[in-house]
Structures are given as structure tokens and as C-alpha cells.
């Protein structure tokens, strides 16, 4: 399957602020790239789908100008948390879609943590 | 819209043992896709086995085997031979195959193997 590298693993930031995650995807040229995000002990919830060269497409009920996706080539979508608070503090994870018979490739996962 | 259930919040076996893993969805599709991801306490989303929904043939991978009833929208997965590296959350999931490949996720169920 694809490879698909996500930075940083854990953060902290203050009540405020902006936090910025990676997701690359390192030997396949995505057009479409997803973000997850996942509360501690449930399961994975689509936020958005972000898409190259165009405005990502936000699930219902996802804040778009608090979520910021940028997906400006084929191998880097990133997320961008701005002025964050303490309930946004979760687990966010990147994918890309299946590639050849595989199925989805998930990037290891991002821990924010708003203080 | 699809919905994924996973009806088993917990399950417990003894190593060696087998352990079947619920799954239902609902779907008005005809071609999709269903896997099972596993996620260990690192939070890696690691693909365990996956089926089309054209093949008849129930997926099997080493130890993991599924048990896939179209018409009933079941899909069951067979952990044979259990190990202590399989303790992990078990995801169901569905991805239909026209329009945007999203994954549905199930809620989860949190498989223990005792030693």
C-alpha cells in the first residue's frame, strides 16, 4: 500500500492559538487526501476531504473556518486548527484512498492537546 | 446514507482461542467495498482484511478470515488461533465505489486476548 507520513505526533498549544498538521503522502500522487478526527475511545469521524488544487468538502457539521484544509499538491494535504479551545483537543488522523488492490493508508496520527 | 454497525462494545478471549467479530451495514448500493481495520494502542490504523462486494468468495488473510452475507449486509470477522498482538480495537468499515471514496466506519469493538 501507499505510504503516508503525518507530523507532528502530539502537540500542546494555548487557548488561542493556531495549530498546523502535515499530512504527506510519500510514494503516491493524491488528488484526494482525508481527514478524521477521533475522540478517545470511539471511532474515526470524517471531517472533511480535502481535495488538490480545489476547496475541500466539509462533512456536515464540521466548522469550516475553524478547520483549515490546504491541499496544495498531490502529495501534501495539511490541517490547520486556528484559534484553538480546549474541546477541540482529539486525535486527528490523515488517509489516502485506496491504491491499487489495498485498501486505505492511514498516517500515524496527530494528538492535539489545548491548554 | 450508509451506516455501519459493530453491536460488540468489548469482547475477551484466551489465546489460541477463535473470535468472531460482529459487522451489519446498510447500504442501497450494489458495488462497494468492506474492510476491517485493527488499531493497537499506538492508534495505527492498520488494514486487516478486505472485500469486494461482487466476489462471492469470503476474503481470508493468514489467521483472519471474513464471513460476508450480501444479502443479509453482514460481514463478520474470523480471528483464528488468537495472539496477544492481536489486542486492538477492531473497525468495520464500507466505502462505496461511485462518487467519493469515504469511509463509513462502525463504532468500534475492543478485543482482548488473555495469556
Known amino acids: 500500500g501507499a505510504v503516508v507520513s503525518q507530523h507532528p505526533s502530539r502537540v500542546i498549544c494555548k487557548s488561542g492559538t493556531s495549530v498546523k498538521i502535515e499530512c504527506r503522502s510519500l510514494d503516491f500522487q493524491a488528488t484526494t487526501m482525508f481527514w478524521y478526527r477521533q475522540f478517545p475511545k470511539q471511532s474515526l469521524m470524517l471531517m472533511a476531504t480535502s481535495n488538490e488544487g480545489s476547496k475541500a468538502t466539509y462533512e456536515q457539521g464540521v466548522e469550516k473556518d475553524k478547520f483549515l484544509i490546504n491541499h496544495a499538491s498531490l502529495t501534501l494535504s495539511t490541517l490547520t486548527v486556528t484559534s484553538a479551545h480546549p474541546e477541540d483537543s482529539s486525535f486527528y488522523i490523515c488517509?489516502?484512498?485506496?491504491?491499487?488492490?489495498?485498501?486505505?493508508?492511514f498516517g500515524s496520527g496527530t494528538r492535539l492537546t489545548v491548554v | 446514507a450508509q451506516t455501519v454497525t459493530q453491536s460488540q462494545p468489548e469482547m475477551s478471549v484466551q489465546e489460541a482461542e477463535t473470535v468472531t467479530l460482529s459487522c451489519t451495514y446498510d447500504?442501497?448500493?450494489?458495488?462497494?467495498?468492506l474492510f476491517w481495520y485493527k488499531q493497537p494502542p499506538s492508534r495505527q490504523m492498520i488494514l486487516v482484511i478486505r472485500q469486494e462486494a461482487y466476489k462471492q468468495q469470503n476474503a481470508t488473510e493468514n489467521r483472519f478470515s471474513v464471513n460476508f452475507q450480501k444479502a443479509a449486509k453482514s460481514f463478520s470477522l474470523k480471528i483464528s488461533d488468537s495472539q496477544l498482538g492481536d489486542t486492538a480495537m477492531y473497525f468495520c468499515a464500507f466505502m462505496r465505489l461511485q462518487g467519493a471514496q469515504k469511509l463509513v466506519f462502525g463504532q468500534g469493538t475492543r478485543l482482548t486476548i488473555n495469556p
Open positions: 447500504t442501497s448500493e450494489n458495488n462497494y467495498y
Open positions: 488517509s489516502v484512498p485506496p491504491y491499487r488492490d489495498y485498501g486505505y493508508t
